[in-house]
């Protein structure tokens, strides 16, 4: 009777052809250093993530100092000359101020920007942080400001005549 199956020298033969293929791969691993990328690869992604976890702590705590910080002004002086208040914008830049007096100035329409003022020194200004208004009779009466190039444009609600005498302090980051 004949018997059906594998010879022990096709087991040998078997078993060192998978014990080569296993020291080529082994040794491709070792040498092409996969497993030393690998631990680099592991260590750079802990050291990144340490570094957003410091960098979002220190944000948070700039925002909450910006936030519940001391936002009283009053001790500033108001200066027609551009001032350092002290004061930090909560990307660590420094906030400056300045008082506009403007002499009078044309028709504000309602719903849609208005120049109000030109000069050079507000194409400076990369952040306007905060801003206020007294034009005789009123306080903040316009709504929105904004500065673009060297103008200084209002938004207000409703239509205003040409006016004289109103003063801007304007606080604000510089470029």
């Given at each position: 009777m004949k018997n059906r199956g594998i010879t022990l020298i096709s087991l040998v033969i078997t078993?060192?052809?998978l014990i080569i293929l296993a020291g080529v791969a082994i040794n491709t691993l070792v040498n092409n250093g996969i497993i030393d990328k690998a631990k680099t690869a592991t260590q750079e992604y802990k050291n990144a993530q340490d570094y957003e976890e410091t960098q979002i702590a220190k944000y948070s705590n700039d925002i909450n100092n910006y936030v519940t910080g001391n936002r009283d002004?009053?001790?500033i002086s108001y200066s027609t000359e551009e001032q350092d208040t002290g004061l930090k914008w909560i990307n660590g830049d420094s906030i400056y101020q300045k008082t506009l007096v403007i002499a009078s100035f044309g028709k504000v329409t309602a719903n849609s920007w208005s120049t109000v003022y030109t000069d050079n020194f507000l194409s400076?200004?990369?952040?306007?942080?905060?801003?206020?208004?007294?034009?005789?009779?009123?306080?903040?009466?316009?709504?929105?400001v904004c500065v673009e190039n060297n103008t200084l444009k209002?938004?207000?609600?409703?239509?205003?005549?040409?006016r004289t005498n109103m003063i801007v302090t304007l606080q604000y980051t510089k470029k």
């Open positions: 078993i060192v052809i002004y009053t001790s400076s200004i990369n952040i306007l942080v905060d801003s206020k208004f007294w034009t005789g009779l009123y306080t903040d009466t316009f709504h929105n209002v938004y207000d609600s409703i239509t205003e005549n040409a």
